[in-house]
């Protein structure tokens, strides 16, 4: 299983952006897919999940109440919608599915 994960920029304190990841098949039978994220010299850290079989959902605190995360079953493709974003949000993000696979990361930059 491949992940394609796109939608990272460069944006402002405040604006939106809307993360796309892409398995090219699907990661076992009741699978996760998720997003973590690695800012410069720190630790990668969970952002958010969703299970594909129930819809059950799960965010960091850190991100609870802005962040929504959402999948389309048709196409194997998880989305994480990132509002009021902060300068703290600044890091590359990571799509996973199960913890078994990862994609290449893209770049969000928040500048203030």
């Known amino acids: 299983v491949q992940l394609q994960a796109s939608g990272g920029g460069l944006v402002q304190a405040g604006d939106s952006l809307k993360l796309s990841c892409a398995a090219s098949?699907?990661?076992?039978?009741?699978?996760?897919m998720g997003w973590f994220r690695q800012a410069p010299g720190k630790e990668r850290e969970f952002v958010s999940a969703?299970?594909?079989?129930?819809?059950?959902?799960f965010y960091a605190d850190s991100v609870k109440g802005r962040f929504v995360i959402s999948r389309d079953n048709a196409s194997t493709t998880v989305y994480l919608q990132m509002n009021s974003l902060k300068p703290e949000d600044t890091a590359v993000y990571y799509c996973?599915?199960?913890?078994?696979?990862w994609g290449q990361g893209t770049q969000v930059t928040v500048s203030s």
């Open positions: 996973a599915a199960s913890g078994n696979y």
């Open positions: 098949g699907r990661p076992g039978s009741n699978y996760w």
């Open positions: 969703i299970y594909w079989s129930g819809l059950n959902t």
